[in-house]
């Protein structure tokens, strides 16, 4: 029976490293300079793995070598010095080793270099909006009272800085210069979101009432999916959106096609005096007659 549990023991771990080994999930290939994130995922994966493979394979050692036999009995040994100080260093290093090179990254991760642009996502449930500052550089204030139907991103109408913004909504594609550092201000209008594009391992909680960021740079072209990681109620997995990221002719070329908010502004003015318009050609033909 011992011998027959070992052997199990034992087949869990060659299965469990061969399954990592020869497993077809794998991580997406990366599109972004983040390629530390990758690093510090395998070193946990090392680390981990080494800790466990150790583990298992001592345990069934154990179950073999200590197994039940006629007459044999258990010792007691209430303290070991040796043993608990070689385990606590042990441990410590494990840990240290698996938390360091994570803060080291993080560090990284949100020290924006300086010729970093900036752009906005908003999160709502279910959706993303996107913000650039257009021509002047400078993202206008916005403060969720503005926000209306004419005005999903809730952008000051007062601040002159806010007129050139490029608002896109209704879930058109985001789209990135191909090796431009951007940094990414996060903020939603409802629930706590999470922005999530897995090619550029990177990802970042939305917290209501505050504006969270990280920096990244594009590295390659494509159309990559924008994903919610974090539960934000029923329509959660409706959260999608897509990122694209262009050669810089191309990127031009799209940002030219962009609405500013001014533009959307005047446009919802517009279509508002228009569908006035027919009542009051009504009253107006009443007159006549
Ligand atoms: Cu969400």
Redesign the pocket.
């Known amino acids: 029976m011992a011998i027959a549990l070992a052997l199990i023991l034992v087949l869990v771990v060659v299965g469990s490293v061969l399954f990592h080994v020869l497993s077809p999930w794998w991580l997406t290939p990366i599109a972004s300079n983040w390629g530390y994130i990758d690093g510090t995922i395998i070193l946990t994966f090392w680390i981990t793995g080494a800790g466990f493979i150790a583990i298992i394979l001592f345990m069934a050692y154990c179950v073999f070598r200590f197994r039940h036999q006629e007459g044999r009995r258990a010792a007691y040994q209430p303290e070991n010095n040796k043993l608990e100080w070689s385990l606590g260093i042990g441990t410590t290093v494990a840990v240290l080793a698996l938390l360091g090179p994570g803060l080291v990254v993080w560090y990284q991760y949100i020290a924006v270099p300086k010729e970093a642009n900036e752009f906005e996502v908003v999160?709502q449930q279910?959706n993303w909006g996107f913000r650039l500052p257009g021509k002047d550089g400078r993202l206008g204030t916005t403060d969720s009272s503005y926000i209306s139907p004419d005005n999903p991103l809730g952008l000051n109408p007062n601040d002159p800085d806010g007129q050139d913004d490029v608002v896109i909504t209704s879930g058109d594609d985001l789209h990135l210069a191909l090796g431009k550092p951007v940094k990414v201000l996060l903020r939603s209008i409802d629930v706590v979101?999470?922005f999530y594009v897995p090619e550029f391992r990177a990802k970042m909680d939305l917290m209501p009432g505050l504006v969270t960021y990280f920096w990244f740079t594009p590295t390659k072209t494509g159309k990559f999916e924008i994903l919610?990681a974090?539960f934000?109620g029923v329509g959660?997995d409706n959260?999608r959106g897509a990122v694209v990221v262009d050669k810089e002719n191309d990127y031009q070329a799209w940002l030219e096609k962009q609405h500013t908010f001014a533009e959307l502004s005047a446009r919802a003015k517009q279509s508002k005096s228009d569908a006035i318009q027919p009542v009051l050609s009504k009253a107006d033909v009443a007159l006549r007659k």
Do not use: S, T
């Open positions: 999160g279910w979101h999470d919610c974090a934000c959660h959260m």
